[in-house]
Structure formats: C-alpha cells, structure tokens
C-alpha cells in the first residue's frame, strides 16, 4: 500500500512558506478509477501540484476547481463520471467507466496547513498515521474538520474525530486503507472518511555492484526509502546511486549495528559472494521481514540458507517474477515488481484473463 505521500511532503515543505495550499481528496469511486478513495493531491497558488488522482487526465482541470477554493476559502465537492457523455470527459479522452467523488479544502499556514505538519514529522519517525476528513456535514462539525492520530500517539486536530480514531486503533493498529463512518443527528448525515497512511516503506539491498544500481534506481522511483550496504569502497559510494538513497560501507559483519534491521520492509542479498550473503542473511532471517530475497538459483539459495543457520527461513529465491529478464535492467524491473507485488499482498498475474484477448 503506497499513497504517494512522501512526495506529497515534499511538496509540502518546498511551499510550507506560502500562506495556502489547495488539499484534493478522493472521497469514493465507483467503478474502475485511477486511484482509490484516501489519495490525495496538493497545489498550489501557481498551479504547480503533486499528486495524482487520475492518470493525468484531470488535473489540469481541476486547478480550476482550486482556484475557486484558493479565493471563497470554501470546500467544494468535484465529480467526475467518466461513462457520462458529458463534453469534459470526451474532450479529456476518457472512457473510463468509473465515477470519481472529491473534496477540495484550503489549508491555512497559520493553522499548521492542518494537519501536514504533523503528518510530515510523523512519517519523518516511521510511524504509520490515521487521518479523519469529514466529507459529509451535518451541523456538529463543518466540512473538511480533521484529525490527525499516528501509532506513537502523537496528535493534532478536532477533538471528536480524535476519539473515532482511537477507537478504531484499539485494540490493534488497523490494516484497511480507508474507511467511511456515517452518523445522523437530527435527520441529517454526517460521514468522515478515515485514512490509514503507512510509514514510508523501507527497502535494504545488501551488495551494491554494478547489477545493484539499476535495482536501487528501480526502488527510489517508487519514493521508496532505499539503503545499500557493501563492503567495497570502489561499490559503496554514494555517486553511484540517487540522492536519497543512504549508501552504507561496511562488512556484512557490520550490518545489524550500523543498519536498524527493524525498520526494514524488505531486503534483497546480491552481493554475488557465497559467504557474504549468508552473512546478511543470517542477521536478516532474525527479523519479521514482509521480503527476504536473493539472487541466484534455488540451489544456492538453499546453501546459503544452510550456511545462515536458517534453513527454514523463507527466502525468495530465485528472486524476482518470470518476464524473462537477463541483462540487469530488466531484472531490476522484475525484483522491484515482486517486492512491490509482496508488499501489497497481490499474485503478480496479469490483470487480463488468459482468455479475454481470444476473439472465438
């Protein structure tokens, strides 16, 4: 599950200097959307945004819409129904056959921009965060109110909001994306969509040769937080990677004390050095990894299984999907889909049925 909000904090704090921003969210879909409810998309004064909520089909026109917010400072609900024949959506060339609901707001500097501060140094410790945006108001709070809860307990926003999420984390942290609640008082609903954004995922590629660095490019493309770790200063160096990534010298020895094995997502060993890669896969086998990887064949992934001492540890191996991959770049793509198909509890079939193209 990844809702783009690293970048989106990104974004964020370049513009945290202006005295507004324009917050759009997906409040419910139906039929086949881009995006689910819960994404989210940022702009500013300029037009400048991060953030998608269709496949770049929509956001230009909703600048409009934010330009509007930008000067009443009201919230204001957008629909798009992409089988309607209206002359937005064939102008725009969708076809999509699915309906998309959003909720534009305005955040305010001198409110914190609600809860984005919050939410920024939340993320910044790795902890997952329930959001509360009232979509639907029924006099007891306005429109777009909101609360912000992360897993460390920290706050910020409408008290009333605040004890819904605290119920909903109770007695376990909640593994849904999103949910509605829906309240009436006095013959009038009230519905608050609440939102569970996880920390940034964390990914370790131990070995960092030549194979490593289109792997590496592959992650932080995804936003992804990405370490890399080798003992070879000619391997380990940061030039070689993006600039995001944190590049690691150190023996494989070294790792579990320079690298906080517990905040990692997924892992993948090619350091292509038998002992070595038992070496990190012995520190790593210790740990409740969502992805444990290595390259190579099942042979060797069963001997350095053997030489870890962890012979039942389940290790993907050989890692990545089936696309036929052989020269790195294409391999990258395939290990990157599988953490990615992993992570997000997916089959990494394809999406059509093996029958649907044949026109008997």
């Not at 689910?36 to 004064?45: D, E, F, N, V, Y």
């Not at 997502?265 to 409740?288: C, F, G, P, R, T």
Request: contains cysteine.
């Amino acid at each position: 599950m990844h809702l783009g909000i690293p970048a989106l904090l990104d974004f964020y704090s370049i513009h945290a200097s202006e005295e507004s921003l324009v917050l759009v969210t997906i409040i419910a879909t139906q039929g086949s959307t881009y995006r689910k409810p819960g994404a989210m998309m940022l702009i500013s004064r300029d037009d400048s945004f991060e953030g998608m909520i269709s496949g770049g089909c929509l956001e230009g026109d909703l600048l409009h819409h934010a330009a509007e917010v930008f000067s009443s400072g009201e919230a204001k609900y957008v629909t798009y129904d992409m089988h309607a024949g209206d002359d937005l959506v064939w102008s725009l060339g969708l076809g999509c056959d699915g309906v998309i609901h959003l909720m534009l707001q305005r955040l305010e500097r001198e409110h914190g921009f609600e809860f984005l501060e919050q939410l920024e140094a939340s993320h910044a410790a790795r902890c997952a965060v329930l959001l509360a945006l009232t979509t639907q108001s029924n006099g007891s709070l306005p429109l777009a109110t909101s609360a912000l809860l992360d897993r460390a307990g920290n706050t910020c926003g409408e008290r009333a909001l605040l004890g819904m999420l605290q119920d909903v984390s109770q007695p376990a942290w909640p593994d849904w994306r999103y949910r509605k609640i829906s309240d009436t008082k006095n013959g009038e609903a009230s519905e608050t969509i609440l939102v569970n954004l996880p920390p940034p995922t964390r990914v370790l590629v131990c070995g960092a040769g030549p194979d490593a660095v289109p792997v590496v490019h592959a992650l932080c493309a995804l936003d992804w937080d990405v370490h890399v770790v080798d003992h070879r200063p000619a391997y380990a160096r940061a030039g070689r990677f993006p600039d995001k990534c944190r590049v690691i010298l150190a023996r494989p020895e070294q790792l579990a004390q320079l690298v906080d094995l517990d905040e990692i997502d997924a892992a993948i060993v090619m350091s292509h050095h038998l002992e070595n890669d038992s070496i990190y896969l012995a520190q790593l086998a210790k740990k409740d990894l969502a992805y444990l990887g290595c390259l190579g064949p099942r042979a060797r992934r069963d001997r350095l299984r053997e030489m870890a001492g962890c012979p039942g540890q389940q290790v993907f191996g050989p890692a990545g999907l089936d696309i036929g991959a052989e020269l790195p770049q294409a391999i990258a793509l395939s290990l990157v889909a599988e953490i990615h198909t992993v992570l997000n509890r997916r089959s990494g079939l394809p999406l059509t049925p093996p029958d649907a193209n044949d026109p008997t």
